[in-house]
């Protein structure tokens, strides 16, 4: 077998600093974190805060104005191809394609050939067959606005599709949900936790979200702040700390009372 890299899911800023064109605002200031391969970490923090922007540079849809991001071993900078091919995400504004729901899943990785017992298969292990399940030709199900039968679907169903993408893409290293769970209701989003290590397996993973609950399911989390990371640990040394997480935390608590 193949011996996998250790540096095959590292993800390393060093002294990054981005400003948007046409702008004098550091909207991330000095920006200097480690993400080793296999780790799972939640990026949190208001708006504005620069986990979006934090997240663009990652997947090198902007160039830092300073500093240094390396990808999967890459350089950003020197290397955006490598680096980009190592990084499966889905945006919290994901795409809905006027196809079917197998078009929908596998166009992350057209490389990749699955017939339709792997395909279910993986959609049970992340419990989000439900979607398919549902439909009358399953699969080969044509979906959405404009569709032939104008079959679109909920909020939450097209979320479940987003996050198989994101979880079909069998080489990529590194796996960025953004918002997950913002369409999905609450029981869906307990059970997308519960699979959590389904979805994720041995994958560097980032999750961005509003939502705190998403910290039971991970290993650490960056806090940002006015374009800075002001915290970064565990949920339990963040909220021993009583600092800006607990804060946030505490804000949100009744919503996650029973875990």
């Known amino acids: 077998c193949t011996k996998t890299n250790e540096t095959d899911g590292n993800i390393e800023f060093n002294n990054v600093t981005f400003q948007y064109p046409n702008t004098d605002t550091d909207v991330l200031k000095n920006i200097s974190v480690k993400i080793k391969t296999g780790e ?7 708006n504005g805060s620069g986990k979006s922007t934090f997240i663009s540079l990652l997947c090198g849809m902007f160039e830092s104005a300073s500093g240094e991001i390396s990808v999967a071993g890459a350089n950003l900078k020197q290397n955006p191809a490598a680096a980009r091919n190592a990084v499966s995400v889905v945006f919290q504004d994901f795409a809905h394609y006027e196809a079917t729901l197998r078009d929908n899943i596998t166009v992350s990785d057209k490389n990749r050939s699955a017939d339709d017992g792997e395909i279910i298969a993986l959609l049970q292990k992340i419990n989000v067959n439900d979607v398919v399940s549902k439909q009358p030709s399953g699969l080969d199900e044509l979906v959405g606005s404009f569709s032939e039968k104008a079959n679109d679907l ?66 650490r989390i960056l806090v940002f702040k006015d374009g800075e990371i002001v915290e970064d640990g565990s949920h339990r040394d963040l909220m021993a700390q009583n600092g800006h997480y607990a804060q946030m935390y505490k804000a949100q608590a009744q919503w996650y009372s029973g875990q």
């Open 154 to 219: 909920s909020g939450g169903q097209w979320q479940k599709i987003s996050i198989a993408r994101a979880a079909y893409r069998k080489d990529a290293k590194i796996m960025i949900l953004d918002e997950p769970t913002a369409a999905l209701d609450p029981m869906a989003e307990a059970q997308l936790y519960r699979n959590f290590a389904a979805l994720t397996g041995d994958k560097t993973t980032i999750l961005i979200s509003h939502r705190l609950g998403i910290t039971a399911v991970v290993d």
């Open 40 to 46: 799972k970490i939640a990026v949190v923090g208001e």
